[in-house]
């Protein structure tokens, strides 16, 4: 029976390992071409060796356009994706807070609305969104990609942090209550604390999806020294002449890096945000 079960063991990770090198061999090939020269990259595509081993895709790639360097992008991409998560989690763990804690007329309305929001498509938005916008004088801004995320727009986070909040006994509030505590200072001492979890969940995937978000900023970003490293890529193609593919596949490697340094130091968090919520405290 142990001998059997070892098999099955191996031969689990066997096709695990397998699945998942095959789900990351583009990521791989990416940056192996970063190391080719531009005009060999698809004519050795089956390689993953660079013959010859170049540098000047960064090099290039770093240079930026038109007197802007690409780290630039970089600053812009940061900014935007490190205040939208700052709104976002602030936002979602407020209105989280009054679905968990209280009780008020056409709650379950609006925690409807909420779920129904996670299932709308995003497109069927966009143009009203941008009408909008566009009357507020917001277009050509960083201001839609940011200020909306401070008003909890986001329904997944929100759900995220209300069944986490559930999970957290009540009698803690109450204590709080009896020790003088507002409501402002139990969610404040009382509720945060606990639920970092969550907030450090919903801020992973907030900064991944801002700092991936090509749609938002090719729809609201006219100003090419405006742009996020997602919408700085494309100036690397141009259907006109030639494309240099090796410093965007350069670039584009380097602006995978923040993703996972964030993920990889608060993979704890995450795991433990995702497999906690909803669990009864």
Not at 155 to 163: A, D, E, P, R
Not at 233 to 248: E, N, Q, T, V
Not at 264 to 281: A, D, H, M, N, P
Request: net charge positive; glycine share 8%; with cysteine.
């Amino acid at each position: 029976m142990k001998a059997k079960k070892r098999i099955r063991d191996v031969v689990y990770h066997v096709i695990v390992f397998g699945i998942g090198i095959l789900m990351i061999y583009p990521l791989i090939w990416m940056f192996m071409s970063s190391f080719k020269e531009t005009k060999t990259i698809f004519q050795t595509a089956g390689s993953l060796i660079p013959n010859p081993f170049t540098l000047d895709n960064y090099i290039n790639g770093l240079k930026g356009f038109a007197k802007v360097p690409f780290l630039v992008f970089f600053k812009n991409s940061l900014f935007i994706s490190v205040v939208a998560t700052i709104g976002t989690v602030i936002s979602s763990a407020v209105v989280a807070y009054g679905f968990a804690r209280f009780d008020f007329k056409g709650k379950k309305i609006l925690f409807a609305a909420m779920l129904l929001s996670m299932m709308l498509p995003a497109q069927v938005l966009m143009i009203p969104q941008y009408l909008w916008y566009q009357k507020l004088g917001w277009v050509g801004s960083y201001l839609p990609l940011i200020v909306p995320y401070f008003f909890a727009i986001q329904g997944f986070f929100v759900y995220l942090m209300t069944n986490f909040i559930d999970g957290i006994p009540k009698e803690l509030d109450e204590a709080a209550k009896i020790d003088g505590c507002s409501y402002p200072q139990i969610f404040g001492r009382v509720i945060l604390p606990l639920i970092t979890p969550a907030l450090v969940t919903g801020g992973i995937f907030s900064f991944m999806w801002r700092w991936d978000d090509f749609l938002s900023a090719l729809l609201y970003v006219n100003k090419s020294i405006k742009y996020p490293v997602s919408l700085a890529l494309k100036l690397f193609c141009d259907p006109g002449s030639s494309s240099d593919y090796g410093a965007m596949f350069a670039m584009a490697s380097l602006s995978i890096l923040p993703s996972v340094i964030i993920f990889i130091f608060f993979q704890k968090y995450l795991v433990e945000g995702i497999s906690t919520s909803g669990l009864k405290g």
